[in-house]
């Protein structure tokens, strides 16, 4: 296995990475992790790791913005765990579980590539007439119709309309006099 990637950080809060010799951005570093990429962050002073307290400063700047992983009722059961006898246990249970995810999330989505690749014209028009049949039978719904609007040259002649089961007779106007309004 290769060694990972050193990034050290700077007194002036500047991170290094030696093996591009340059500045990097926490975007760069959430990039390598997103790539898959093995790294260390060290603190160039103490050669300390620090690659979980900037780990977490990615997750608190992705928190903030946009749509959060973390609900409150996470955060503070997390925080409940710290100092618990199931500390150990919770940090085991979770990264075993996101781990599980991970590995559930990529197979699904070698199926679907799969999936695609293989006919994805065959796989576009069956989801086009997945559609059009639900769309088929909310528009039945909406208009009473049972299964909505016919195609195109599937219509009822003139004058007639199947029947559903609901049509009643249209109630003839009666003869005579008629009541004053009160």
Sequence with gaps: MAEPRIIKKYPNRRLYDTALSRYITLEDVRRLVRDGTDFVVRDAQTDDDITRSILLQIIAEQEAGGDPIFTIPILTQIIRFYGDAVQGLASDFLQRSLLAFGDQQQ??????DEVMTRDAVGTMSDLTKQNLALWREMQGAVFGQGQGPEAPGSEQPRGRRPKTGTDRPTPKP?????RPPR
């Design 107 to 112: 197979v699904f989505r070698r199926q679907l």
């Design 174 to 178: 009666r003869k005579g006099r008629r």
